[in-house]
T-cell receptor, first 113, second 115 residues
């Protein structure tokens, strides 16, 4: 079935370091891909998305490119800040039906000054 | 806009009792709401999808008689865990989608602990 695999955390970085969180997926058809972020005590928020191959989603300095050939959607940021500390979830949306989301396990990011 | 709340944020109950969790869309009408369950350090797993005024659609392996879902209005869905047992302890998260939209807006979650 459809699934999402993302790198285990926690990821610990110093401020201004480069961030990569790997995400790969398995899906039938052509899913849309998402990154969600969950700050402490809050609900999941959509960070960025891409709906077709080679699309690049970007927001708040984060980027991810939909790579069909490698079935990947890795999240990157060139210079992280302490305020980026959160849990990041990669997800895919299956077309049709109720457009349900399938999530990865989440990766906790801790950024230190 | 697009704020979703959940109540309670945490609950502790005794084994055998029932617990109701509410999910509300505060500033929009949600024709579809989703209920997820999250175990520690694991993915959010979709439990069921509910549309206002109709029966919920449960994912494979989810007991519909144990996890009762009601979506009686466009701003409120409830999840009732009936005859709760310790293995039902988990983090329950809801999301809501407005009519004609694709994006799901998530609530902050409810932590259930069954003693």
């Amino acid at each position: 079935g459809d699934s999402v695999t993302q790198m285990e955390g926690p990821v610990t970085l110093s401020e201004e370091a480069f961030l990569t969180i790997n995400c790969t997926y398995t899906a039938t058809g052509y899913p849309s891909l998402f990154w969600y972020v969950q700050y402490p005590g809050e609900g999941l928020q959509l960070l960025l998305k891409a709906t077709k191959a080679d699309d690049k989603g970007s927001n708040k300095g984060f980027e991810a490119t939909y790579r069909k050939e490698t079935t990947s959607f890795h999240l990157e940021k060139g210079s992280v800040q302490v305020s980026d500390s959160a849990v990041y979830f990669c997800a895919l949306r299956v077309a049709g039906g109720y457009n349900k989301l399938i999530f990865g396990a989440g990766t906790r990011l801790a950024v230190h000054p | 806009g697009a704020v979703v709340s959940q109540h309670p944020s945490w609950v502790i109950c005794k084994s055998g009792t029932s617990v109701k969790i509410e999910c509300r869309s505060l500033d929009f009408q949600a024709t579809t709401m989703f209920w997820y369950r999250q175990f520690p350090k694991q993915s959010l797993m979709l439990m069921a999808t509910s549309n206002e005024g109709s029966k919920a659609t449960y994912e494979q392996g989810v007991e519909k008689d144990k996890f009762l879902i009601n979506h009686a209005s466009l701003t409120l869905s409830t999840l009732t865990v009936t005859s709760a047992h310790p293995e039902d302890s988990s983090f329950y998260i809801c999301s809501a989608r407005r009519q004609g939209g694709n994006e799901q807006f998530f609530g902050p979650g409810t932590r259930l602990t069954v003693l």
